[in-house]
């Protein structure tokens, strides 16, 4: 019983802000067409009705427009596409994206040389800019996705609730073991499938599915708490690979929203599973790391809040899933 108090007070934690997926990086695509010139692909996350994040790329003083920006609100993003040269490119120079300090996001940064080589990286709002280096550094890509992964996972609150909602049901153990690999072993091919372009399915259903996804495990919860043994409860690890199958979608989709060209997915597919899967074992590492300190404390009224946990997960989880239904009729 002690364990639902530790359980309610991650949940409120990490649901306080009542979101999901609500921290889609920007992208910036930077290719070199032919000698000092540069196609430009600038992605920002809107903000719903046609508003946008307040981030703009800042080039150095010396570059000159060859066309004008042209933008297109497509998804609640806006994608702009313009040309610039710059007198002996842009090696060296240092890129800015202003707005970014203020902001809770991030933002991926791609640059495709004519020799076919790219330097990836990340920047975030205490680091806003990048230097343009002479050569791509091996391990760049490596850092750059896992470090996605491992944020997309930590701030994807829908992803979190049904992990703990797996730890809840199973109480820990082999039988966790098993319902996590399982998820794992999922959720990481139809994440491969749908980032190589093998399976296309409308990102909307999908995280409405997900939330579905929550508040089943959320009710199976509650059946056992009340001495009914639900299927969830018996083969925990079949709902998990069931399920993870429609999260890695999710996760899929998430890897999408950066905006990355589908030759550069397989590369980045691997290190932005790594990452997940790192996110992933912090939080249960988390959870678990927290009950056992709650096991040492004897708090009396703990044995009244078994229910608590269930119904907070699966009325929160509910209410994504009506809003994320409804939002398929809105035009």
């Given at each position: 019983m002690k364990r639902a108090f530790v359980r309610f007070a991650l949940f409120a934690?990490?649901?306080?802000?009542?979101?999901?997926?609500?921290?889609?990086?920007?992208?910036?695509?930077?290719?070199?067409?032919?000698?000092?010139?540069?196609?430009?692909?600038?992605?920002?996350?809107?903000?719903?009705?046609?508003?946008?994040l307040g981030l703009y790329v800042e080039f150095p003083a010396d570059c000159e427009n060859v066309t004008e920006p042209r933008g297109t609100m497509i998804n609640n993003a806006l994608t702009e596409r313009w040309s610039l040269q710059r007198a002996g490119g842009l090696t060296g120079a240092t890129i800015r994206i202003a707005g970014l300090s203020a902001t809770m996001t991030d933002v991926l940064v791609r640059l495709e040389r004519l020799d076919g080589t790219t330097q990836i990286t990340r920047l975030t709002p205490s680091a806003p800019s990048f230097l343009v280096e002479a050569a791509p550094r091996a391990l760049d890509v490596a850092r750059t996705y896992s470090v996605l992964g491992v944020d997309h996972i930590l701030t994807g609150i829908d992803h979190l609730l049904f992990v703990l909602a797996l730890l809840i049901i199973t109480g820990g153990g082999w039988r966790l073991v098993k319902t996590v690999t399982a998820f794992t072993i999922s959720h990481s091919v139809?994440?491969?499938?749908?980032?190589?372009?093998?399976?296309?399915?409308?990102?909307?259903?999908?995280?409405?599915?997900?939330?579905?996804?929550?508040?089943?495990?959320?009710?199976?919860?509650?059946?056992?708490?009340r001495g009914i043994e639900g299927f969830t409860a018996r083969a925990p690890w079949v709902v998990a690979f069931s399920f993870g199958l429609i999260h890695g979608l999710g996760f899929a989709g998430g890897l999408r929203e950066a905006g990355l060209p589908g030759?550069?997915?397989?590369?980045?597919?691997?290190?932005?599973?790594?990452?997940?899967?790192?996110?992933?074992?912090?939080?249960?590492?988390l959870v678990l790391s927290l009950i056992d300190l709650v096991r040492r404390i004897n708090i009396p009224f703990l044995r009244y809040a078994e229910l608590v946990p269930p119904y907070a997960i699966g009325s929160i989880a509910m209410f994504w899933a009506i809003q994320r239904t409804l939002s398929f009729f809105t035009f």
């Open positions: 934690t990490f649901a306080s802000g009542a979101f999901a997926h609500e921290m889609r990086p920007a992208y910036l695509e930077l290719r070199e067409t032919k000698a000092e010139t540069y196609d430009v692909l600038w992605k920002v996350p809107g903000r719903g009705d046609n508003l946008r139809t994440l491969t499938a749908a980032t190589l372009g093998w399976v296309h399915i409308p990102t909307p259903p999908v995280e409405a599915v997900i939330a579905l996804s929550i508040v089943f495990v959320a009710a199976e919860i509650v059946r056992q708490r030759g550069h997915i397989p590369t980045a597919l691997l290190f932005f599973s790594i990452g997940v899967e790192t996110g992933h074992f912090l939080f249960i590492g």
